[in-house]
């Protein structure tokens, strides 16, 4: 079988696997990692989504044998230490997740879009696509804002309304 050396959260491993195994389950049931969700298996509702080079993808459509030498971030991986990403804590602010089954995916792929674009816009974040069976998109939406403000330096309220630290935002 081979062998496939990637970094994950930070850490370097090495994983016997054959080269067609899909991402999520390597991370799931070699490594452990269970941020990332089995929901459909055919990248269509994304609670798999992790970070591979920064970049957003669908680790139940992405085999072992395409991160080879590269960087896997899941969710576990966002925070630094106790602080978290400024996303999960908009998510945590806002009150977002219902049953949270498929938050690990929104929040990963909400960080691949402030990634690149600092002030995203609703057809921004409607672009995203992750399914929530709950429905609470609004809330969705309304974190991925306030994390965005709270991102460039706005003081963001408990409505998830941003305010300049200095005053008003122009």
């Given at each position: 079988?081979?062998?496939?050396?990637?970094?994950?959260?930070?850490?370097?491993?090495?994983?016997?696997?054959?080269?067609?195994?899909?991402?999520?389950?390597?991370?799931?049931?070699?490594?452990?990692?269970?941020?990332?969700?089995?929901?459909?298996?055919?990248?269509?509702?994304?609670?798999?989504?992790?970070?591979v080079?920064?970049?957003?993808?669908q680790?139940c459509?992405?085999?072992?044998?395409?991160?080879?030498g590269?960087?896997?971030?899941?969710?576990?991986?966002?925070?630094?230490?106790?602080?978290?990403?400024?996303?999960?804590?908009?998510?945590?602010?806002?009150?977002?997740?219902?049953?949270?089954?498929?938050?690990?995916?929104?929040?990963?792929?909400?960080?691949?879009?402030?990634k690149?674009?600092?002030?995203?816009?609703?057809?921004?974040?409607?672009?995203?696509?992750?399914?929530?069976?709950?429905?609470?998109?609004?809330?969705?939406r309304?974190?991925?804002?306030?994390?965005a403000?709270?991102?460039?330096?706005?003081?963001?309220?408990?409505?998830?309304?941003?305010?300049?630290?200095?005053?008003?935002?122009?």
């Amino acid at each position: 079988m081979p062998n496939y050396t990637f970094n994950v959260n930070g850490q370097s491993v090495d994983v016997d696997a054959p080269a067609d195994l899909a991402l999520l389950w390597v991370l799931r049931d070699k490594l452990g990692i269970t941020g990332p969700k089995y929901g459909c298996g055919v990248n269509v509702c994304k609670a798999c989504t992790c970070l591979v080079d920064g970049q957003a993808v669908q680790t139940c459509a992405t085999r072992v044998s395409a991160v080879q030498g590269k960087a896997v971030t899941t969710i576990e991986g966002l925070a630094n230490g106790d602080t978290l990403h400024p996303v999960q804590q908009a998510w945590l602010d806002i009150d977002v997740a219902q049953c949270g089954f498929c938050q690990p995916g929104q929040i990963m792929a909400a960080v691949d879009l402030l990634k690149r674009t600092s002030n995203p816009t609703d057809a921004d974040i409607d672009a995203i696509e992750n399914i929530c069976r709950c429905g609470t998109y609004g809330r969705i939406r309304q974190a991925i804002k306030a994390a965005a403000a709270r991102m460039s330096g706005y003081q963001v309220s408990e409505r998830g309304d941003a305010s300049s630290v200095m005053g008003s935002p122009t």
